[in-house]
């Protein structure tokens, strides 16, 4: 990995199994598909590195959770094959076909939960964001290429037990990162 995500996230400490927003977190009926790095909202996303956007859409919509607000996903391919999904994001700033740098800026942390809609039997998870003042984040995913289909998925998690055998866990990619900023074998922006 060449960049960290989101220069102005809360911290570069990458959730661990039990934490919410933890790769493969086991969320009783469905399993969280990528990490969770927490920023306030509107914080710059870059990618972590360079590539051909392949795809871009919404990813969370009140249509499908009422306290959802919208927010748009941006996959990059990169020239080893892997696809890197950046979720919940407010803004995009990049089209499908761009080739973009690592470090370049490809959109903004979107706000995903809407509390003032938030019923009392949400899951716990969704509460327990509240209850620690992360609403807003980027949600990761990493996908070795071809990607297989996904199914059933919804707003970044799988409902079913076993994983996909495309799916990453980015936490490697991301403990990698800093490991070598704190050798000081790369520059950070």
Request: hydrophobic share 35%.
């Amino acid at each position: 990995m060449k960049y960290w995500p989101v220069p102005n996230s809360y911290s570069k400490e990458i959730p661990t199994n039990g934490s919410p927003g933890a790769f493969w977190e086991d969320r009783d009926d469905r399993y969280h598909c990528g990490v969770d790095i927490y920023a306030p909202e509107g914080s710059k996303v870059v990618a972590i590195d360079s590539g051909i956007v392949v795809d871009i859409g919404v990813f969370t919509t009140s249509d499908n959770n009422s306290y959802w607000f919208s927010t748009y996903y941006i996959i990059i391919k990169t020239s080893d094959k892997i696809l890197f999904k950046y979720a919940e994001l407010g803004e995009v700033a990049v089209n499908i076909g761009d080739y973009v740098e690592a470090g370049q800026k490809i959109g903004k942390v979107g706000k995903v939960i809407n509390e003032d809609k938030l019923p009392p039997d949400a899951p716990y998870y969704i509460r327990e964001l509240i209850l620690k003042g992360n609403p807003s984040m980027l949600h990761l995913e990493l996908y070795r290429a071809p990607i297989m289909e996904v199914k059933p998925y919804s707003g970044g998690n799988f409902f079913g037990r076993n994983k996909p055998d495309s799916l990453i866990d980015p936490t490697f990619f991301l403990n990698g990162r800093i490991k070598r900023e704190l050798r000081g074998l790369e520059i950070t922006n």
